[in-house]
């Protein structure tokens, strides 16, 4: 089974600062990847997802992310933080296999803006 | 278009009552899951369908739990009787089939079992 691991819960950066937020996956094959946020009171948002191609991927609200084979990681990244980007997020990983349509999330991570 | 509804938003009933969540999926997604989140265990995968049968129920945690989805626009999970432990919020999620599609989610239903 895959599994995922996101270090840190709680992350705080300034605004206007980088945002980076870790996600290692364990697989012995590459799998789909995923990263969601979620707003208080709300259920969860696809951010962005990575299945085959490039390894950089391009999200919602300015973020992007990287898949990493040989570190076996897929960490989440902004540019410049906004107040609008506190929230929890959630890396994702796809169990492989024709008609297993099953995420394993990760613990997520609680983004905190400082203004 | 519609997203993924589940009502009530809001539940509080006392221990020992039967609850019934509903979910209403995104129309033509063949998945639909059942989650449930809290502050001590995360986001946990309680169940999940594909085409209205049940595929993997192993996170059910017991048999006070039970969930159907009688056709492809509607999912109930109940829970009879309630304990206080089940206290948390619960989603519902669909999505079309096939391993690299991601899950909508609804906004959750959010249970108080006094």
């Known amino acids: 089974a895959q599994s995922v691991t996101q270090l840190g819960s709680h992350v705080s950066v300034s605004e206007g600062a980088l945002v980076l937020l870790r996600c290692n996956y364990s697989?012995?094959?590459?799998?789909?990847l995923f990263w969601y946020v979620q707003y208080p009171n709300q259920g969860l948002q696809l951010l962005l997802k990575?299945?085959?191609?490039?390894?950089l991927v391009k999200g919602i609200n300015g973020f992007e992310a990287e898949f990493k084979k040989s570190e076996t990681s897929f960490h989440l990244t902004k540019p410049s933080a906004h107040m609008s980007d506190a929230a929890e997020y959630f890396c994702?990983?796809?169990?492989?296999?024709?008609?297993?349509?099953?995420?394993?999330f990760g613990t997520g991570t609680r983004l905190t803006i400082i203004p | 278009d519609a997203g993924v509804i589940q009502s009530p938003r809001h539940e509080v009933t006392e221990m020992g009552q039967e609850v019934t969540l509903r979910c209403k999926p995104i129309?033509?997604?063949?998945?639909l899951f059942w989650y449930r989140q809290t502050m001590m265990r995360g986001l946990e995968l309680l169940i999940y369908?594909?085409?209205?049968?049940?595929?993997?129920d192993s996170g059910m945690p017991e048999d006070r739990f039970s969930a159907k989805m009688p056709n492809a626009s509607f999912s109930t999970l109940k829970i009879q009787p309630s304990e206080p432990r089940d206290s948390a919020v619960y989603f519902c999620?669909?999505?079309?089939?096939?391993?690299?599609?991601?899950?909508?989610f609804g906004d959750g239903t959010r249970l108080s079992i006094l």
């Open positions: 999620a669909s999505s079309p089939t096939g391993d690299s599609q991601p899950q909508h």
């Open positions: 129309s033509g997604h063949n998945s």
């Open positions: 994702a990983v796809s169990d492989l296999g024709f008609g297993n349509e099953k995420l394993t």
């Open positions: 697989s012995s094959v590459p799998p789909y």
């Open positions: 369908f594909n085409n209205n049968v049940p595929i993997d």
């Open positions: 990575y299945t085959t191609g490039a390894t």
